[in-house]
């Protein structure tokens, strides 16, 4: 191997591939093959080369996915904003909610809270991840008003996310942070989580080369930048002092062919120096601060050329360098095993983050009744969660209808038995009111609710002492039990609500029910996500006999 130049040095450096090495060997005297402009000498293959992007699957044909979404205009930071979580995998959903959070502090000069558009400003769509938007040119993702908030002369961000491969126990996403003024990028770094769904662990990219290989990868994927004229020859020497932590963040974005070969993403600034007067974004690198994706110095280019690019590592040289989990995820992609991922789940068991996005809760009393299952249906096709405040006699009456409530994964609370203004009982009768409804609760799904609703509101001091649960009220409510004319109802309920809200509505009216999926995309187009009010609460609900009116603002 490698013998038609420079024999003796090219076997040296060869059998000593170590960071000394490289620091004292250049890469003609590694490579001798490959000639100035990259081209490989007869009869050898140069290891790697620029080219395309490793291919993506729909993210949407992955069962259980939980699509997420932000669209926001206003604030003078326009950001838009897609990712994906997996049911039940709480490693990979709390490393995407890391990745997501800095990137949105970051825009937002330090500090971020969820954001709600004053109007409906786009389609209410939940799906996914969009394909190939990851990959797709800073300048198409701008102008594609469905996915880019449209404004002119100001910083944007948009995040985005693919589906690398959901094949055996590997999920794999990537999740790509870009900035944009006045349609051209001013950052632009991506990263590739993986996660083995059945031992719960979740590394990135750099993860997927071995300690012993991560050396070679790199230099071949820089000569052939270098080679190709798609990094400035600057880079190939600075990357020689390179930490291992910059080494890794560099190889962030890795994926796979399903030939095998592997893919990196190489970091848009990388190789290139930023325009004369930058637009100065604020958003943080594929990886942590501490391990920032390094950059070369570099003759000024102007930010417009800030642009991904994909080199190819042929898998008859890459497969000795990966590492243990770089060689199981290439098997599952060249192998295409059947995906044995987690199952889906309903709505209200969803991984949901009311920090990012902006939560509000669906709440409807009085049930169940002869419209509950009606409704049932409506959540479980929309993908929303509530949360159903019962009165006992009805559940006791219709206990299967409690059955399909809690099945459908909705959150259930106690009304009282019989619907009576609390704080006009004596203590014995509030208590009577509200245990023998826990009780016919339990006696159709085997548990006791969490929560109490007081009928009307009606609660004093003597009431929060005797209801030993937290009581749940409201902050907008639409009136819908007079029935009122259809545009008052969906302007009531669609426009009343702010962040952290708690609607009020009842699932014993037929408008209700009926236009229910209407009030679910209306609140959906303003940028809302719905929880249940555990969720709302962020998973802690507060001592018995607190009064909960609205989640965080």
């Given at each position: 191997m490698f013998l038609s130049r420079r024999r003796s040095i090219g076997a040296v450096c060869l059998a000593l591939m170590t960071v000394t090495v490289l620091a004292a060997c250049s890469m003609d005297q590694l490579f001798p093959e490959a000639g100035p402009t990259g081209t490989a000498a007869p009869g050898l293959a140069y290891p790697a080369a620029v080219g395309s992007a490793a291919p993506t699957i729909d993210s949407n044909t992955v069962p259980g996915i939980n699509g997420q979404r932000i669209f926001s205009a206003d604030g003078g930071t326009p950001l838009a904003a897609r990712w994906a979580y997996l049911p039940g995998e709480q490693v990979l959903n709390a490393a995407i909610d890391g990745r997501v959070s800095a990137a949105l502090a970051a825009f937002a000069g330090g500090t971020y809270s969820p954001r709600l558009a004053p109007a409906p400003v786009s389609a209410p769509d939940r799906g996914a991840?969009?394909?190939g938007s990851t990959v797709d040119s800073a300048r198409s993702l701008a102008a594609d008003a469905s996915e880019a908030p449209a404004a002119s002369g100001v910083n944007r961000l948009l995040l985005s996310c693919d589906?690398?491969?959901a094949?055996?126990?590997?999920?794999g996403e990537r999740m790509r942070v870009l900035t944009i003024a006045n349609g051209e990028a001013t950052a632009d770094t991506s990263v590739a989580l993986y996660t083995d769904t059945a031992a719960a662990t979740v590394f990135d990219g750099g993860a997927l080369v071995s300690d012993a290989g991560r050396n070679t990868v790199v230099a071949w994927v820089i000569r052939a930048?270098?080679?190709a004229k798609r990094a400035d020859a600057a880079a190939e020497t600075e990357s020689r002092t390179w930490t291992v932590a910059q080494q890794n963040a560099f190889?962030?974005?890795?994926?796979?062919r399903a030939d095998g070969d592997l893919v990196v993403t190489v970091p848009a600034e990388f190789g290139r120096a930023p325009a004369v007067a930058p637009v100065t974004p604020a958003v943080p690198p594929a990886t942590p601060p501490a391990t920032p994706s390094p950059t070369a110095t570099a003759t000024s280019k102007p930010a417009e050329r800030l642009a991904q690019r994909f080199v190819a590592v042929s898998v008859d040289r890459v497969t000795n360098l990966l590492s243990e989990a770089g060689a199981r995820v290439q098997a599952a992609v060249m192998g295409g095993a059947a995906y044995t991922g987690p199952a889906d789940v309903p709505a209200p068991l969803d991984h949901l983050n009311c920090a990012i996005v902006a939560c509000m809760a669906l709440t409807f009393d009085d049930g169940p009744g002869p419209y509950t299952d009606d409704l049932i249906g409506t959540l479980k096709a929309k993908n929303a969660s509530a949360t159903f405040f019962m009165v006992g006699r009805n559940a006791e009456a219709y206990p299967s209808l409690v059955q399909r409530?809690?099945?459908?994964g909705q959150e259930i609370g106690n009304h009282s038995w019989s619907h009576p203004e609390l704080t006009k009982l004596s203590d014995a009768d509030i208590r009577s009111q509200v245990d023998r409804t826990s009780q016919a609760i339990f006696d159709a799904i085997g548990r006791r609710p969490a929560l109490m609703r007081p009928p009307y509101g009606d609660e004093n001091q003597r009431v929060r002492d005797d209801v030993e649960l937290p009581l749940v009220l409201w902050d907008v409510d639409p009136k819908d039990w007079t029935e009122p004319p259809v545009d008052q109802l969906l302007d009531r309920t669609i426009n009343g609500p702010r962040i952290g809200s708690i609607l009020l509505m009842h699932d014993v009216h037929k408008p209700?029910?009926?236009?229910?999926?209407?009030?679910?995309?209306?609140l959906r187009a303003r940028g809302f996500s719905f929880a249940t009010i555990t969720?709302?609460?962020?998973?802690?609900?507060?001592?018995?006999?607190?009064?909960i009116s609205h989640g965080e603002r």
């Open positions: 991840c969009v394909r589906a690398l491969l094949s055996g126990q590997f999920f930048l270098v080679t190889l962030a974005d890795v994926a796979f409530v809690s099945a459908a209700t029910v009926e236009h229910s999926g209407e009030i679910i995309d209306g969720q709302l609460m962020r998973g802690q609900l507060p001592p018995a006999g607190t009064v």
